[in-house]
C-alpha cells in the first residue's frame, strides 16, 4: 500500500501526524540525514580553517553552507539511492558531499570530506544536535504553552475555595487556583531540571582516540579541535572519554526528566478528570460533535484521558532509551544505532499530550456553585480548626471531643457544628470566634503568585 496518514502502521505519522508535522525536521529519515550533512559541511570547513587544506579560492563557505540550508527531498533522497550499494548510511552522505564539492569544481579537496572520522562522530553529533533543536524549537514552546494556561487559571480562580480530599476523603478546605498551582511549580521545577543537562556529543575517531588524526598530524591538537568543533560550531558539549561512541549518560538523564515532567501531567490529567467527575467543571460543547454512540448527553473528558494514554506510551520509551543507551559491549555494538532511530517517537507522543492538555484545559468551564454545595455539605471539616483554637486555649483533651462528634458520621452541618460548640465550657467570646469558622472560609494561607 502507499504509504499515507491512512495506511501508516504508527499514529504519529498517521492519525496524528498533522499536529506532530513540526517534529519531522528533527526525527524523520530526511531530518537525519540533513543533520549529518550539516556536520560534514561543518567539519570540512573548520578543517581547512585550521589549515589541514587550503579551500580553493572558487569554493566559498557559504556556498558550502548552502549545501544543508537549501538540502531537499531528492538531495536525500539521492543519498538513500547511494545507500542501496554501500549498504551504509553515513557512506552514502560522504559520497553525496563528494559529488557535490566536484560539482562546485572542489578538485582534491573532495578527499577531505569525512577525513579520519568514524560513522559515529557524525551520528552522535548529528542526533544530539536535532534532538536539542526539537526540544528548544518545539517541545519547549508547547510545554510553556500549557504552564502559561495553567497559570492563568490559576490566577483567575485564586479566591475560589474547594474541599480537598486527602484518600477521596473530605479534608481541610484549600483553593483551586492554589491547587493549579502546584501543577505549575512542579513543572517549572523539573523544566529548569531538564534544561540543566547539557547536549553531550562525542568526536573523536574510530575508538575515540583521534588515531587517524593523530598519525596524519601529530603536531596537530586534535583534542582542543575537537572541543572546537562540537562546542563553538555545533553548540554541543564534547564527551572527551569515549569508545567509538557517546556513552549516552546524559541523553539517559533527559529521558528520565522528560519521564518525570509526564507523570506531572498524568498526575494532572487524572485530577481534572476527576474534578469533572464531581461537576466541578464541565466542559465546553462544539456544533456537530458526538460524546457518545449510544448516549446523546456525554460530553467526555476525552482530552484528558488521550493525554495520559499517550503520556503512557511515551514513558514506556523514554524508560527504555535510558535503560539501553548507555549499555554497549566494549568499543561499540550496533544495537545503539535503530534504537536511536526511535528517539522522536516519545517526544511526538509527549507533544501530542500536551496539545490535548491545551485544548482539555481550555474548554473547562467552573461550576462554582458545585464547589460551594459540597463544602457546605462537609461541615466536618471545620472539626480541626475548632480542635486547634481549644489547643490554643488549653482547653482538656480537644480532639478526643471533635472526634466523637465527627468521626465516621453520615452526616454533620452547620448547626451540629454550632451546637457542639453551644455545649462547650468556654467564654462567649471564644464561642463566636469558632462560630465564624465555615467550610467556605477555612482556607489556610492565601498563597501571592
Same mark, same amino acid.
Given at each position: 500500500?502507499?504509504?499515507?496518514?491512512?495506511?501508516?502502521?504508527?499514529?504519529?505519522?498517521?492519525?496524528?501526524?498533522?499536529?506532530?508535522?513540526?517534529?519531522?525536521?528533527?526525527?524523520?529519515?530526511?531530518?537525519?540525514?540533513?543533520?549529518? +550533512?550539516? &556536520?560534514?559541511?561543518?567539519?570540512?570547513? *573548520?578543517? /581547512?580553517? @585550521? #589549515? %589541514?587544506?587550503?579551500?580553493?579560492?572558487?569554493?566559498?563557505?557559504?556556498?558550502?553552507?548552502?549545501?544543508?540550508?537549501?538540502?531537499?527531498?531528492?538531495?536525500?533522497?539521492?543519498?538513500?539511492?547511494?545507500?542501496?550499494?554501500?549498504?551504509?548510511?553515513?557512506?552514502?552522505?560522504?559520497?553525496?558531499?563528494?559529488?557535490?564539492?566536484?560539482?562546485?569544481?572542489?578538485?582534491?579537496?573532495?578527499?577531505?570530506?569525512?577525513?579520519?572520522?568514524?560513522?559515529?562522530?557524525?551520528?552522535?553529533?548529528?542526533?544530539?544536535?536535532?534532538?536539542?533543536?526539537?526540544?528548544?524549537?518545539?517541545?519547549?514552546?508547547?510545554?510553556?504553552?500549557?504552564?502559561?494556561?495553567?497559570?492563568?487559571?490559576?490566577?483567575?480562580?485564586?479566591?475560589?475555595?474547594?474541599?480537598?480530599?486527602?484518600?477521596?476523603?473530605?479534608?481541610?478546605?484549600?483553593?483551586?487556583?492554589?491547587?493549579?498551582? +502546584?501543577? &505549575?511549580?512542579?513543572?517549572?521545577?523539573? *523544566?529548569? /531540571?531538564? @534544561? #540543566? %543537562?547539557?547536549?553531550?556529543?562525542?568526536?573523536?575517531?574510530?575508538?575515540?582516540?583521534?588515531?587517524?588524526?593523530?598519525?596524519?598530524?601529530?603536531?596537530?591538537?586534535?583534542?582542543?579541535?575537537?572541543?572546537?568543533?562540537?562546542?563553538?560550531?555545533?553548540?554541543?558539549?564534547?564527551?572527551?572519554?569515549?569508545?567509538?561512541?557517546?556513552?549516552?549518560?546524559?541523553?539517559?538523564?533527559?529521558?528520565?526528566?522528560?519521564?518525570?515532567?509526564?507523570?506531572?501531567?498524568?498526575?494532572?490529567?487524572?485530577?481534572?478528570?476527576?474534578?469533572?467527575?464531581?461537576?466541578?467543571?464541565?466542559?465546553?460543547?462544539?456544533?456537530?460533535?458526538?460524546?457518545?454512540?449510544?448516549?446523546?448527553?456525554?460530553?467526555?473528558?476525552?482530552?484528558?484521558?488521550?493525554?495520559?494514554?499517550?503520556?503512557?506510551?511515551?514513558?514506556?520509551?523514554?524508560?527504555?532509551?535510558?535503560?539501553?543507551?548507555? +549499555?554497549?559491549?566494549?568499543?561499540?555494538?550496533?544495537?545503539?544505532?535503530?534504537?536511536?532511530?526511535?528517539?522522536?517517537?516519545?517526544?511526538?507522543?509527549?507533544?501530542?499530550?500536551?496539545?490535548?492538555?491545551?485544548?482539555?484545559?481550555?474548554?473547562?468551564?467552573?461550576?462554582?456553585?458545585?464547589?460551594?454545595?459540597?463544602?457546605?455539605?462537609?461541615?466536618?471539616?471545620?472539626?480541626?480548626?475548632?480542635?486547634?483554637?481549644?489547643?490554643?486555649?488549653?482547653?482538656?483533651?480537644?480532639?478526643?471531643?471533635?472526634?466523637?462528634?465527627?468521626?465516621?458520621?453520615?452526616?454533620?452541618?452547620?448547626?451540629?457544628?454550632?451546637?457542639?460548640?453551644?455545649?462547650?465550657?468556654?467564654?462567649?467570646?471564644?464561642?463566636?470566634?469558632?462560630?465564624?469558622?465555615?467550610?467556605?472560609?477555612?482556607?489556610?494561607?492565601?498563597?501571592?503568585?
Amino acid at each position: 500500500m502507499e504509504l499515507s496518514p491512512l495506511t501508516a502502521i504508527s499514529p504519529v505519522d498517521g492519525r496524528y501526524r498533522a499536529q506532530l508535522d513540526a517534529l519531522a525536521p528533527y526525527f524523520s529519515e530526511f531530518g537525519l540525514i540533513r543533520y549529518r +550533512v550539516l &556536520v560534514e559541511v561543518k567539519y570540512f570547513l *573548520l578543517l /581547512a580553517e @585550521k #589549515g %589541514i587544506f587550503q579551500l580553493p579560492e572558487n569554493l566559498k563557505a557559504e556556498d558550502l553552507h548552502r549545501i544543508y540550508e537549501d538540502f531537499s527531498t531528492a538531495d536525500a533522497q539521492q543519498i538513500k539511492n547511494t545507500e542501496k550499494t554501500t549498504n551504509h548510511d553515513v557512506k552514502a552522505v560522504e559520497y553525496f558531499l563528494k559529488e557535490k564539492l566536484q560539482e562546485m569544481g572542489a578538485g582534491a579537496v573532495t578527499e577531505w570530506v569525512h577525513f579520519g572520522l568514524t560513522s559515529q562522530d557524525i551520528n552522535n553529533t548529528a542526533i544530539p544536535l536535532s534532538w536539542k533543536e526539537a526540544l528548544e524549537n518545539v517541545y519547549y514552546p508547547a510545554l510553556v504553552q500549557t504552564l502559561e494556561k495553567l497559570k492563568e487559571q490559576a490566577v483567575a480562580w485564586k479566591e475560589i475555595p474547594m474541599l480537598a480530599r486527602t484518600h477521596g476523603q473530605p479534608a481541610s478546605p484549600t483553593m483551586l487556583g492554589k491547587e493549579w498551582m +502546584v501543577f &505549575v511549580d512542579r513543572l517549572e521545577g523539573q *523544566l529548569n /531540571a531538564l @534544561k #540543566g %543537562i547539557p547536549h553531550k556529543a562525542k568526536f573523536g575517531g574510530a575508538t575515540g582516540n583521534f588515531n587517524a588524526h593523530q598519525v596524519a598530524f601529530p603536531e596537530k591538537d586534535w583534542i582542543a579541535f575537537g572541543q572546537e568543533f562540537v562546542t563553538e560550531m555545533l553548540g554541543l558539549k564534547r564527551t572527551r572519554f569515549t569508545t567509538q561512541i557517546e556513552p549516552y549518560d546524559a541523553f539517559a538523564a533527559q529521558c528520565d526528566a522528560l519521564k518525570r515532567i509526564n507523570n506531572i501531567l498524568v498526575d494532572l490529567s487524572r485530577d481534572v478528570w476527576t474534578y469533572i467527575s464531581m461537576e466541578y467543571f464541565r466542559q465546553q460543547t462544539k456544533a456537530g460533535e458526538i460524546g457518545s454512540s449510544a448516549m446523546p448527553h456525554k460530553v467526555n473528558p476525552i482530552d484528558f484521558e488521550n493525554a495520559e494514554g499517550n503520556l503512557g506510551i511515551a514513558n514506556a520509551l523514554f524508560e527504555h532509551l535510558s535503560a539501553k543507551l548507555p +549499555v554497549s559491549r566494549l568499543q561499540r555494538d550496533l544495537t545503539d544505532s535503530t534504537v536511536l532511530r526511535n528517539i522522536g517517537v516519545p517526544l511526538a507522543h509527549s507533544l501530542l499530550a500536551l496539545r490535548s492538555l491545551q485544548k482539555g484545559l481550555g474548554k473547562l468551564l467552573l461550576n462554582e456553585a458545585k464547589l460551594q454545595s459540597d463544602l457546605e455539605a462537609n461541615w466536618a471539616v471545620v472539626a480541626e480548626a475548632i480542635q486547634t483554637i481549644l489547643r490554643r486555649e488549653g482547653y482538656p483533651q480537644p480532639y478526643e471531643a471533635l472526634k466523637d462528634l465527627t468521626r465516621g458520621k453520615s452526616s454533620i452541618g452547620k448547626n451540629d457544628i454550632h451546637e457542639f460548640i453551644e455545649r462547650l465550657d468556654i467564654s462567649d467570646a471564644l464561642k463566636q470566634e469558632l462560630k465564624g469558622i465555615s467550610p467556605h472560609n477555612y482556607t489556610g494561607v492565601i498563597f501571592e503568585y
